[in-house]
């Protein structure tokens, strides 16, 4: 588990926890979400993610805004994280994000399907992350 | 050898393997997120993509000879090794994984064996390549010189 974020500024960053299996690919993902603003956890698979968000929730320490999560996964993929999410009253709000490297239409709707807000191929850019970003920031402040 | 002739030493070999394809597009996207805050953030990843490949290689290996084997148990490692190979742009490696997730796909052990001959071969190839290229680029940065953007 990894987490980061500047000093002082916890209450307000974005804060984002991203969830693979692959070491390259988390680092990848945080250094994208850092660069956009982000403060961000990670987890290398589902039941660290769902350990953490527990964790987190008992604490009472500052809600995760956003989960990225990879599909697959060992164990628990990033289908069924989904699915524990969306089904959990305390974390349902929470948006989550699938990426995967396979571009396969009946997985995609199966997950927009279960409430993930978006799909995104891998691998991401620079330029993915920002408009997600905006994109969730903007609904943030619709929903306030 | 001075600054100016260690960049365009590195341009022309970085261009290069844009050419050859052992890098592709992706790999840009990693050079663009180091920067002053992480500075050795391409050395980092390509240390990740090397143990982690490392790894993947000598359980494929171990997978592939056994007596009865389990083609599940192989595609997952390809697809871990495709995954990482696509995340920091080693395209020659990336598309010798999808080839040989076909092949898998298929149960064609004498097809898996040579891809795993193709796969090694390629990886050690891009390896060195990028061990070249983070060495000109140590060197670049010890003559007081930045890295040069390739587009």
Not at chain 1, 11 to 35: C, I, P, T, W
Not at chain 2, 71 to 89: E, N, P, T
Request: hydrophobic letters at 35%; proline letters at 2%.
């Amino acid at each position: 588990m990894g987490s980061s974020s500047r000093n002082g500024d916890n209450g307000e960053k974005f804060h984002v926890l991203a969830v693979d299996d692959s070491q390259v690919d988390r680092v990848f993902m945080e250094r994208l979400l850092k660069n956009s603003d982000c403060r961000v956890t990670t987890a290398e698979n589902g039941v660290r993610a769902m350990e953490y968000l527990w964790s987190e929730k008992e604490q009472g320490q500052s809600k995760v805004n956003m989960i990225i999560t990879d599909y697959s996964m060992p164990g628990m993929n990033g289908y069924e994280l989904l699915k524990k999410v969306k089904r959990s009253s305390v974390m349902k709000d929470i948006p989550v994000v699938i990426v995967s490297s396979e571009n396969i239409p009946a997985r995609i709707e199966k997950c927009l399907e279960e409430g993930a807000k978006e799909f995104m191929l891998k691998p991401l850019q620079q330029s993915d992350v920002k408009r997600l970003r905006c994109h969730l920031t903007e609904l943030q402040q619709l929903v306030k | 050898m001075d600054v100016v002739q260690l960049q365009r030493r590195y341009t022309e070999y970085l261009t290069s393997l844009f050419t050859d394809g052992f890098l592709d597009e992706q790999f840009k996207q990693l050079q663009e997120l180091q920067d002053e805050n992480s500075p050795d953030f391409v050395f980092e990843v390509v240390n990740l993509f090397f143990e982690d490949s490392e790894r993947l290689l000598n359980e494929l290996a171990k997978a592939l000879v056994q007596p009865s084997i389990d083609f599940k148990k192989v595609d997952a490692h390809v697809h871990q090794l495709k995954g990482s190979s696509s995340s920091i742009g080693a395209g020659r490696v990336k598309n010798v994984c999808v080839a040989f997730r076909n092949i898998c796909e298929e149960q064609n052990i004498e097809g898996c064996l040579r891809c795993m001959q193709q796969i090694k071969h390629e990886y050690s190839l891009v390896k060195n390549k990028l061990e070249n290229l983070i060495r000109l680029e140590q060197q670049i940065i010890q003559a007081g010189g930045e890295i040069p953007v390739v587009e």
